[in-house]
């Protein structure tokens, strides 16, 4: 993928199940559930010394259950969930059974605008549908436990319910999927929005945290830069996209093979969904036009 303007690291040095220190008073341990999209697995992470917090308590399977337990105790006052995709929250039910812990989100699945007709959901089955939240977090809210506070950061784009969540004592962020260290996000609608992914990224361009540990790959330093970078990607992409309709290409299946050279197989309809993103964004504006509502088999022109 074009995607060599951002500082990537792709190092990765955890062991599935295994908790390792990622700040002082964070663990992250790493699920064993590699794949395209989710890198060498999804991260969760255990806060504090007890009663614990944990970020995205990860699928549900029961060797990753059994590690975030052993490394706790069982003791787990509160679990944050950053968004309702299957590699992320369906760990939380047998998590809180065990536990008795409270359940924080900004709320169930939901799509980041309706279907249009005749429109399938093409990515339904990465969605978490049975997640209910015990407490919905607005934007900015704080949650005290014992020797942590966690502030909500609202971030839509990737989901619609999608959050980070703010550690004020360790000045760091646990920023779930929509900024990775590994790859950026898919942002695919209607489960995703680029104008809402665009607007979350600039949300944190002011913040001071300055690590941030994400859903997928180690830990970012430096994160506002990387956080710029991220930025000035998906501009690029934009950018790539207006060459190509200017061009005289009309249809996503062209866009995508001319824009993501050499891109996974595996990939391929993620990435058409991604230039989807793009398009519906660019209709939105005024900058592109189609017939009707955007969607994956439409054609698109410059307006
Ligand atoms: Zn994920």
Same mark, same amino acid.
């Given at each position: 993928?074009a995607?060599?303007?951002?500082?990537? #690291?792709?190092?990765?040095?955890f062991?599935?199940?295994?908790?390792?220190?990622?700040?002082?008073?964070?663990r992250a &341990?790493?699920a064993?559930?590699?794949?395209?999209f989710?890198?060498? @697995?999804?991260?969760?992470?255990?806060i504090?010394?007890?009663?614990?917090?944990?970020?995205?308590?990860?699928?549900?399977?029961?060797k990753?259950?059994a590690a975030?337990?052993? +490394?706790?105790? @069982? #003791?787990?006052?509160?679990?944050?969930?950053t968004?309702?995709h299957?590699?992320?929250?369906?760990g939380?039910?047998?998590?809180?059974?065990? /536990?008795?812990?409270?359940v924080?989100?900004?709320?169930?699945?939901?799509?980041s605008?309706?279907?249009?007709v005749?429109?399938s959901?093409?990515?339904d089955?990465?969605?978490?549908?049975?997640?209910? *939240?015990?407490?919905?977090?607005k934007?900015?809210?704080?949650?005290?436990?014992? @020797?942590?506070?966690?502030? +909500?950061?609202?971030?839509?784009?990737? /989901?619609?319910?999608?959050? !980070?969540?703010?550690?004020?004592e360790?000045?760091?962020?646990?920023?779930?999927?929509?900024?990775?260290?590994?790859?950026?996000?898919?942002? !695919?609608? *209607?489960? @995703? !929005?680029?104008?809402d992914y665009?607007?979350s990224?600039?949300?944190?361009?002011?913040?001071?945290?300055?690590l941030?540990?994400?859903?997928?790959?180690?830990?970012?330093r430096?994160?506002p830069?990387?956080?710029?970078s991220?930025?000035?990607?998906?501009?690029?992409?934009e950018?790539?996209?207006l060459?190509r309709?200017?061009?005289?290409?009309?249809?996503?299946?062209?866009?995508?093979?001319? &824009?993501?050279?050499?891109?996974?197989?595996?990939?391929?309809? +993620?990435?058409?969904l991604?230039?989807?993103?793009?398009?519906?964004?660019?209709?939105?504006?005024g900058?592109? !036009? /189609?017939?009707?509502?955007?969607?994956?088999?439409?054609?698109?022109?410059?307006?």
């Amino acid at each position: 993928m074009a995607d060599d303007d951002i500082p990537f #690291d792709r190092s990765f040095e955890f062991t599935p199940d295994v908790p390792k220190e990622v700040a002082p008073g964070v663990r992250a &341990i790493v699920a064993d559930n590699p794949s395209p999209f989710t890198f060498h @697995g999804t991260m969760s992470y255990v806060i504090g010394t007890g009663p614990y917090a944990v970020v995205d308590p990860g699928p549900n399977d029961d060797k990753h259950i059994a590690a975030l337990l052993a +490394a706790t105790g @069982g #003791d787990v006052s509160h679990i944050f969930v950053t968004h309702t995709h299957r590699d992320h929250s369906p760990g939380t039910a047998p998590l809180k059974k065990a /536990t008795g812990a409270k359940v924080y989100a900004e709320g169930p699945h939901r799509l980041s605008r309706d279907l249009n007709v005749g429109e399938s959901f093409p990515l339904d089955a990465a969605a978490d549908t049975d997640f209910r *939240p015990d407490v919905a977090l607005k934007d900015g809210e704080a949650v005290k436990g014992d @020797g942590f506070t966690i502030e +909500a950061v609202t971030t839509p784009g990737h /989901t619609a319910n999608h959050m !980070a969540y703010a550690l004020k004592e360790q000045n760091l962020l646990f920023s779930g999927d929509h900024v990775m260290g590994w790859s950026t996000p898919v942002v !695919a609608p *209607p489960d @995703g !929005a680029m104008s809402d992914y665009m607007a979350s990224l600039r949300k944190l361009m002011p913040r001071r945290e300055t690590l941030y540990l994400s859903g997928h790959g180690s830990p970012i330093r430096d994160a506002p830069r990387f956080v710029r970078s991220y930025i000035r990607h998906r501009q690029a992409r934009e950018a790539s996209i207006l060459h190509r309709l200017g061009k005289g290409e009309t249809d996503i299946p062209t866009l995508v093979r001319a &824009i993501y050279i050499g891109i996974d197989p595996r990939l391929v309809k +993620a990435a058409g969904l991604s230039v989807l993103a793009h398009l519906e964004d660019l209709v939105a504006r005024g900058v592109v !036009a /189609t017939q009707g509502q955007p969607s994956i088999e439409g054609s698109y022109r410059l307006l």
